[in-house]
C-alpha cells in the first residue's frame, strides 16, 4: 500500500510530462488530422534550449522555463509552414510519412551538431524532499505537478474564452464551414502548432531538472508514450490528453513498483493495444463513423 | 453587384458546371432552382471560394473575386449558408455567433450585432448558453442563418435553406429571408423548393445538368407551363 501510494506520487509527476505533450499531438490531430510524430523532438529542443540558456546564459528557472516555449512554440510554426503546409492537399499517409522524417531529422541533427552522448542539466534548483506520512515527495515534482496543471488551465482558458481558441475549435468540428466564417485556416494551424509545441517546450525543461540529464533522442520514447496517452484518451480531445497522461505516467511508475521495470514501456504499448481494441475513441473521444 | 460570366467547375471528375452565366443586383433577391445534381451547391462554392473554378470569371463589385481564398470573400462582403446548416457542435450557441462575426476586429459592435441578431431570432437568446448541436434542425438553421449575418454581409448566399425541415419552419425561413432583404442585403437563393423560391424571388434562373436552361422574373417562371411541369410537380 506505502509502495503504491509513493508510486502513485512518482506517477503523477511522470505523467504531467506525458500529459502536456499528448495535449499537443491531440489538438494537432484535432485541427489537421495528422499525428505529428515530431513532436516528442520540439520536447528535446525545448529541454536543450533550457540547457543551454541555464548553463552559459545563467538565467534563472523561470526564464528557461518561458523562453524554451516561445523557442518551440517558433519551432513548432516552422516545422508546420516548411515541411506539413506544403502537403495540405496530399494524402494523409504522405504527411504522417513526412513527420517521421523531420522526428529523424531533428534527432539526428542534433546529434551530429551537438553529439550524441547525454548532458547534465544544470540543476538550478536544488531538490528537497518532504516526509509526509511516510511518503516521499521532492519539491521538483510538486512543481512539475503544479506548472503542469498551470499550463493546462491557461490552454483550457485560451481555447474557452480567446477568439483564436474557439476558432481552434470551430476548425477542428468543421474546417470548411469554419472558412465560411472568414476563419483563415493556417493561422488557426499555425495557433495550435504554436500551442502544442510550447506545451512540450515546457515538459522538456522540467524532464531536464528532474531526471538531470538530457540527449538529442530523448524524446523519441516519451512521445510515442504521449501519443498513446492522446490514443488512450481519445484522440482530438483536450481532456482526454491530460487524463491520458497522467493514466500512462502512473501504469508507468506501477509497473515499476510491482518489480517488473523491464516491461514498463511494454505495458504502456499493451495499454494502447488493448484500447484500440476494446475502445478505439478513448476515454472521452467520441465514436464518429468515418465520413463519406 | 455580382457577375458569374462563363464559367466551369470541375467536380469529382465531372463537368459540374457549364459555361454559367448570371449576376445578381444590388438588393434583388435572386434564386437558382434545378433539381438535386443540377450544379447548384458547385456554383455557390465557388463563388465563396470553397470550390476553384475550371475557367470563366466571377466579379463582385467589378472585381475579380474567383481566385480570393474563402476568408478573403467573406471579409469582402459575401457570405454563406451552406447546406445541411454546418453549425459548430460542441460550441455555444453564443459562440457559433462570436464565429460569425470572425472577420470583424475587436473595436466592432458586437454587442449590437448581437442585440440585432436576437431581436430577429428570438429563439437563439433563449438557447445562447446551450451546446449548438442540442437545437432541433429548424434552430439549427436559424442559427446558421443567424451565424452568416453576424459577418454584416453585403450579400448572402442561401445553399437549400429549408431542407429538411418542418412545414412552420420552411414557412419561417422564407419569411426570415425576406426580412433580410427588406433590411438591405441581397440574397442568392439556391433552392429544390422551387416554388417558394420564386414566389419571394425577384429574378431566376433554372439549372439544369450544369446548365443554365431558363431565366426571368420569379412571376414569369412560376407561371410558365415548362417550369411548372419540371420542378413545380403541375
Redesign the interface.
Known amino acids: 500500500m506505502h509502495t503504491m501510494m509513493q508510486q502513485l506520487i512518482n506517477g503523477l509527476s511522470l505523467g504531467s510530462i506525458y500529459a502536456l505533450l499528448a495535449l499537443g499531438y491531440t489538438m494537432v490531430y484535432g485541427v489537421i488530422k495528422l499525428i505529428n510524430f515530431a513532436h516528442g523532438d520540439i520536447y528535446m529542443l525545448g529541454a536543450f534550449w533550457g540547457y543551454y540558456v541555464l548553463r552559459y546564459w545563467h538565467v534563472n528557472f523561470w526564464v528557461a522555463l518561458l523562453s524554451a516555449m516561445v523557442v518551440s512554440a517558433f519551432a513548432g510554426m516552422l516545422i508546420e509552414f516548411l515541411a506539413y503546409r506544403p502537403l495540405r492537399h496530399s494524402p494523409r499517409i504522405t504527411a504522417l510519412i513526412t513527420a517521421i522524417g523531420v522526428s529523424y531529422l531533428l534527432e539526428n541533427g542534433m546529434s551530429y551538431l551537438y553529439g550524441a552522448s547525454p548532458r547534465n542539466f544544470p540543476q538550478v534548483i536544488k531538490q528537497e524532499n518532504f516526509h509526509i506520512a511516510g511518503l516521499t515527495v521532492s519539491n521538483i515534482q510538486l512543481l512539475i505537478l503544479v506548472v503542469a496543471i498551470v499550463l493546462m488551465v491557461a490552454l483550457q482558458l485560451i481555447i474557452k474564452k480567446t ?1 483564436m481558441g ?2 481552434m ?2 476548425v477542428a ?2 474546417p ?9 485556416p493556417n493561422h488557426v494551424i499555425s495557433f495550435t502548432f504554436a500551442l502544442g509545441s510550447a506545451l512540450a517546450g515546457a515538459a522538456g525543461v522540467l524532464i531536464g531538472l528532474y531526471y538531470n540529464t538530457i540527449d538529442p533522442l530523448m524524446g523519441m520514447t516519451p512521445g510515442i508514450k504521449a501519443f498513446v496517452a492522446a490514443v488512450v484518451g481519445g484522440i482530438g480531445s483536450i481532456p482526454g490528453a491530460s487524463v491520458g497522461g497522467f493514466l500512462i505516467g502512473i501504469l508507468e511508475t506501477a509497473t515499476q513498483a510491482v518489480g517488473l521495470s523491464a516491461y514498463k514501456d511494454a505495458a504502456v504499448y499493451v495499454v494502447l493495444i488493448v484500447i484500440l481494441l476494446v475502445l478505439p475513441s478513448g476515454i472521452f473521444g467520441k465514436r464518429t463513423k468515418e465520413k463519406v | 453587384m455580382l457577375k458569374v460570366s462563363n464559367l466551369f467547375v470541375n467536380y469529382g471528375g465531372i463537368q459540374a458546371v457549364r459555361d454559367v452565366n448570371f449576376e445578381v443586383n444590388a438588393g434583388e433577391i435572386v434564386t437558382l432552382i434545378g433539381a438535386n445534381g443540377a450544379g447548384k451547391s458547385t456554383i455557390l462554392k465557388t463563388i465563396s471560394g470553397i470550390m476553384r473554378p475550371k475557367s470563366g470569371l466571377i466579379t463582385y463589385n467589378d472585381r475579380a473575386i474567383q481566385n480570393d481564398s474563402a476568408a478573403a470573400i467573406v471579409a469582402a462582403g459575401i457570405s454563406q449558408v451552406p447546406e445541411g446548416r454546418h453549425i459548430f457542435a460542441g460550441m455555444t450557441v453564443q459562440e457559433n455567433l462570436e464565429m460569425g462575426a470572425f472577420i470583424h476586429k475587436g473595436g466592432t459592435d458586437m454587442a449590437g450585432s448581437f442585440e440585432e441578431i436576437f431581436t430577429q431570432f428570438p429563439v437563439l437568446k433563449e438557447r445562447r448558453n446551450q451546446d449548438a448541436a442540442t437545437l432541433s434542425g429548424g434552430e439549427q438553421q436559424m442559427l446558421a442563418m443567424a451565424r452568416a449575418l453576424m459577418a454584416r454581409p453585403k450579400l448572402l448566399l442561401l445553399d437549400e435553406p429549408s431542407m429538411g425541415l418542418a412545414p412552420i419552419y420552411i414557412q419561417k425561413v422564407f419569411n426570415i429571408i425576406r426580412e433580410i432583404n427588406a433590411h438591405g442585403t441581397t440574397v442568392l437563393l439556391i433552392e429544390q423548393n422551387a416554388k417558394q423560391a420564386l414566389s419571394i424571388a425577384d429574378r431566376a434562373y433554372v439549372l439544369a445538368s450544369g446548365e443554365i436552361k431558363m431565366s426571368g422574373t420569379g412571376s414569369e417562371l412560376l407561371a410558365s407551363q415548362q417550369v411548372q411541369e419540371t420542378y413545380l410537380g403541375a
Do not use: E, S, T, Y
Open positions: 477568439k474557439k476558432a475549435r470551430a468540428v468543421d470548411d464551414a469554419a472558412q465560411l466564417m472568414g476563419i483563415n
